[in-house]
């Protein structure tokens, strides 16, 4: 993760071990690889760039969140209107999308049948703060 940082010294160590087969190299970054990566290591490597989500897989990796047994079981409810507000204020990014419901699940108030619900003021309150929980800076 974050291989840009590597500087060209760093880079230029790992040459040979990828060479000769010591290291698979697998590196994620946010900047542009032909800019960030010396041409040495850039020839050595395959890229592929990832897209941004479309609003629909959003909202099945959400709806997957609120249904499994790993994610809330169903002890969580969202409206449509929420989950179309939580896909659309994610950007395509899934790992955005899940924090937004896991901090709106944080401050869900509990509705008759005892089940928490995120309402649309719930969704307000989260989206006006930072989602930067566990980074630092």
Same mark, same amino acid.
């Given at each position: 993760d974050e291989v840009h940082? /590597?500087?060209?010294? =760093? =880079?230029? +160590?790992?040459? !040979?071990?990828?060479?000769? @087969?010591?290291?698979?190299?697998? @590196? +994620? %970054? %946010? $900047?542009? !690889?032909? /800019? $960030?990566?010396?041409? +040495?290591?850039?020839s050595r490597t395959r890229v592929y760039v990832l897209k941004n989500l479309e609003a629909a897989d959003i909202r099945r990796l959400l709806d997957s969140a609120l249904e499994s047994e790993q994610g809330f079981a169903g002890q969580l409810r969202v409206d449509e209107g929420g989950l179309a507000t939580m896909a659309e204020a994610s950007g395509g990014d899934a790992r955005r999308a899940l924090n937004i419901l896991e901090v709106a699940a944080d401050l869900a108030e509990p509705d008759d049948d005892g089940v928490n619900r995120v309402t649309a003021q719930t969704l307000e309150q989260v989206l006006q703060t930072s989602l930067r929980r566990f980074d630092k800076g």
């Amino acid at each position: 993760d974050e291989v840009h940082r /590597f500087n060209k010294s =760093q =880079q230029d +160590a790992f040459l !040979p071990h990828i060479e000769d @087969g010591t290291f698979i190299f697998v @590196g +994620a %970054t %946010t $900047e542009n !690889p032909s /800019f $960030e990566l010396n041409s +040495a290591l850039l020839s050595r490597t395959r890229v592929y760039v990832l897209k941004n989500l479309e609003a629909a897989d959003i909202r099945r990796l959400l709806d997957s969140a609120l249904e499994s047994e790993q994610g809330f079981a169903g002890q969580l409810r969202v409206d449509e209107g929420g989950l179309a507000t939580m896909a659309e204020a994610s950007g395509g990014d899934a790992r955005r999308a899940l924090n937004i419901l896991e901090v709106a699940a944080d401050l869900a108030e509990p509705d008759d049948d005892g089940v928490n619900r995120v309402t649309a003021q719930t969704l307000e309150q989260v989206l006006q703060t930072s989602l930067r929980r566990f980074d630092k800076g």
